[in-house]
């Protein structure tokens, strides 16, 4: 199985702030790594496929980056919209999540 | 638009079987280029992948769970179906449908809304 770690677990900004959630795969995932957003009582939704490609609809403050094992959610200009729980997802070898970033307003 | 929509029994007895569907609408799920998943939420946050069925009928299940899971398409009413057997407390959680884009490699595009399935006696 690989092995997804995030962090954070969770994060305090301020509306404004620029934030970034990274996440570490146990193995090479060929860039197959997606972000979601979850909201309470809420299913996921996607924000980012392929490491960097952004969903239709999704703003474009939202943004991803990485390769090989390490890769990153950065957040340019936070809205209040954005404060909810945010989880990466391999999908190079079945799917593996990561734990979760709750994004906390300060 | 896609639509998934979960349903099934939200209190199942230790050692039975859970059984869910997922009815899809505003698309088929005979089509080709999708993956239809399975994925449970426990309380408190972590997302698990228990499996997913081509349009061909072919699956792929997690390996700890493989041995207790099912998952079938019934084209006629456009559904996906679940069977998770020898149910424990641990696996108490929200189940989810869910659509994997494969062709454009967007991984999860579409889910259901969810639905708790609790194990208790």
């Known amino acids: 199985d690989i092995q997804m770690t995030q962090s954070p677990s969770t994060l305090s900004a301020s509306v404004g702030d620029r934030v970034t959630i990274t996440c570490r795969a146990s193995?090479?995932?060929?860039?197959?790594l997606a972000w979601y957003q979850q909201k309470p009582g809420k299913a996921p939704n996607l924000l980012i496929y392929k490491t960097s490609i952004l969903e239709s609809g999704v703003p474009s403050r939202f943004s991803g980056s990485g390769s090989g094992t390490e890769f990153t959610l950065t957040i340019s200009s936070l809205q209040p919209d954005d404060f909810a729980t945010y989880y990466c997802q391999q999908y190079n070898n079945f799917y593996t999540f990561g734990q979760g970033t709750k994004l906390e307003i300060k | 638009q896609v639509q998934l929509q979960e349903s099934g029994p939200g209190l199942v007895k230790p050692s039975q079987t859970l059984s869910l569907s997922c009815t899809v609408s505003?698309?088929?799920?005979?089509?080709?280029?999708?993956?239809w998943s399975w994925i449970r939420q426990y309380p408190g946050k972590g997302l698990e992948w228990i499996g997913y069925i081509y349009y061909t009928g072919s699956t792929y299940y997690k390996p700890s769970l493989k041995s207790r899971v099912s998952i079938s398409l019934d084209t006629s009413k456009n559904q996906v179906s679940l069977k998770l057997t020898s149910v424990t407390a641990a696996d108490t959680a929200v189940y989810y449908c869910a659509r994997e884009e494969r062709q454009l490699g967007r991984s999860v595009d579409y889910w259901g809304q969810g639905t708790l399935v609790t194990v208790s006696s």
């Open positions: 193995q090479s995932i060929s860039g197959w």
């Open positions: 505003g698309g088929s799920i005979s089509s080709g280029g999708y993956y």
